[in-house]
């Protein structure tokens, strides 16, 4: 997705409707959903400096287990520690 935070809503929404499919219990899904919403701000605001030329990407995997794993990357250097 473009580093734009107008962009983030369109991506919890989808993440939300695959984990629905997956039957992830409302309660974890609002859980999961916060919780991607705010790696997804994080990554336009620190990540990408709110600039919408780069881009922030957002993967969804799961296993046979029925485990997820979300991945939120962006072009920023990571933390730095103080």
Same mark, same amino acid.
């Not at 030329?53 to 250097?77: E, F, M, N, W, Y």
């Given at each position: ?9 369109? @991506? @919890? ?9 997956? &039957? #992830?219990? &409302?309660?974890?899904?609002? &859980?999961?959903?916060?919780? #991607?919403? &705010? ?16 881009q922030v990407r957002?993967?969804?995997k799961t296993d ?10 962006? +072009?920023?250097?990571?933390?730095? +520690?103080?």
């Amino acid at each position: 997705m473009p580093a734009d935070a107008e962009a983030i809503g369109a @991506v @919890v929404n989808a993440i939300s409707e695959t984990l629905g499919r997956l &039957e #992830v219990p &409302e309660q974890k899904l609002l &859980e999961i959903a916060l919780a #991607v919403q &705010e790696a997804l701000s994080n990554a336009v605001v620190y990540g990408c400096g709110n600039d919408p030329s780069k881009q922030v990407r957002c993967r969804l995997k799961t296993d046979a287990d029925r485990h997820i794993l979300i991945i939120v990357t962006d +072009p920023g250097r990571g933390s730095t +520690p103080l």
